[in-house]
């Protein structure tokens, strides 16, 4: 069996070959690829609506992130999940380090494809949307950044439950034991997903219910006239 740095130990990845490019230059070629798409996106949202306020500016650069991690990052760990094990490019490289804090994404768990291959479907072009309506002003920004928010905080709380089921309830922990892997990868780094997310979810309920609110009064004030 080819020896491996995953956890549950002894867990079977199949034709396993370790990374052959060091971290830093993984993380800086992703980082500056991600941050030039991300700055292109941008910067047509600013050249189209340049006067948009600072909470718009924001709300575009966090769905254009997630809709683009998604899409392309995510997905290809959909098309390729089956020989996640051997790929050295730049993308499998990055999946085999996060893997250290969630050895599924190398054995083609069931779950974890499951839950990704509906990401990369449906919450990745749906974010995206979500970017441009905001951009544009339009008014189902807000129906349609609460839909994606609420699937955010679902998904990430499944992700979350599945695996430490298994690790405390079942005794298989998919996770390495350094605080690098299961503190900053597995918990850290998904948590993000959770805490933005809520504050735009609360953000839009908060404007919808206004809006709701002011509609009725109006409607109140028409029938008594």
């Known amino acids: 069996m080819t020896s491996h740095p995953y956890y549950p130990l002894g867990v079977e990845i199949k034709d396993y070959q370790p990374n052959d490019r060091p971290l830093l230059e993984l993380v800086g070629y992703f980082s500056l690829g991600l941050a030039g798409i991300i700055g292109i996106i941008f910067a047509t949202a600013l050249y189209t609506r340049p006067s948009m306020p600072r909470g718009d500016r924001l709300s575009i650069l966090w769905f254009a992130l997630s809709g683009i991690l998604h899409c392309f990052f995510e997905g290809y760990f959909v098309v390729n999940h089956q020989r996640m094990g051997p790929s050295q490019d730049l993308l499998g490289q990055l999946w085999k380090e996060y893997a250290k804090s969630d050895s599924r994404y190398l054995i083609a768990d069931p779950f974890v494809v499951s839950i990704e ?44 439950a599945t695996s430490l089921f298994d690790h405390y309830v079942n005794g298989i922990p998919y996770s390495r034991p350094e605080a690098l892997y299961f503190w900053v990868y597995y918990v850290f780094m998904n948590f993000i997903w959770i805490v933005v997310p809520a504050g735009l979810l609360y953000s839009s309920v908060r404007t919808v219910s206004r809006a709701l609110q002011t509609f009725d009064q109006v409607s109140e004030q028409k029938k008594a006239d």
């Open 117 to 160: 291959a509906i990401t990369v479907v449906v919450w990745g072009p749906l974010s995206l949307l979500v970017a441009f309506l905001t951009t544009i002003q339009h008014p189902l920004k807000h129906p349609l950044r609460i839909i994606v928010c609420v699937a955010h905080l679902y998904g990430d709380s499944l992700y979350y």
